[in-house]
């Protein structure tokens, strides 16, 4: 065989080998951006999804709750909870509010069965958190846990069971250390003798629907 010819059989391999190298990498180059386009579709859907979740919260009963926007937290309206200094009996609180509170439990437990019969692998926390007013009282920690308990046990006592399969319930008792606070937050302002509602959306795994 020639030296010509040699080279003329190399240069054309040498061709076939790099189209072919061409077209597998164009081959993976294509599938890699399926992979990617799909994989960015589906994190899309999911915070869509979650957003829609975190949004649902908007449609608690408004008649007892208003946004917060400083805190970006729903809070209850037109409802005093304040205790006597140093107690946690629920009875501290008059009974037209209790009342209120009742309606609010009941309120919170709809939220949660209807929210999760559109969402069933959506949980949501609900967090009772107890708070004191800022002084030098000892016990402000456990008093105020003391009181977050208080209403649940007035819930329960009274045919309200939040705790489900759709909720988790904490309770908790932030002393006077919990950044919602009525100002101003000092020994005398009795407002902060109180329990505070938090009801948060836990989404769990958002699956990709066709």
């Not at 992979?35 to 960015?40: A, D, I, P, S």
Request: charged letters at 20%.
């Amino acid at each position: 065989m020639s030296k010509t010819t040699k080279e003329s059989f190399f240069w054309t391999s040498y061709s076939d080998l790099m189209t072919s190298m061409f077209f597998v990498m164009l081959v993976l180059f294509v599938f890699t951006i399926v992979l990617y386009h799909n994989k960015m579709k589906a994190t899309q859907a999911q915070l869509d999804k979650i957003k829609e979740i975190e949004e649902s919260i908007e449609n608690i009963n408004s008649q007892y709750f208003e946004y917060d926007s400083q805190y970006k937290r729903h809070t209850l309206k037109n409802i005093s909870v304040s205790f006597t200094k140093g107690s946690s009996n629920i009875y501290d609180i008059p009974q037209d509010q209790l009342d209120k509170l009742l309606s609010v439990g009941s309120s919170i437990k709809k939220f949660v069965d209807d929210a999760a019969n559109e969402n069933p692998n959506v949980k949501y926390l609900l967090i009772l958190e107890g708070q004191s007013s800022r002084d030098n009282y000892v016990r402000n920690y456990e008093l105020s846990y003391e009181r977050a308990l208080a209403l649940f046990k007035y819930w329960q006592d009274n045919g309200i069971d939040c705790n489900t399969n759709h909720c988790e319930v904490i309770i908790s008792g932030s002393g006077h250390e919990s950044p919602f606070r009525v100002q101003p937050d000092n020994s005398s302002n009795t407002q902060n003798q109180r329990f505070v509602i938090h009801i948060i959306p836990k989404p769990g795994i958002i699956q990709q629907t066709e």
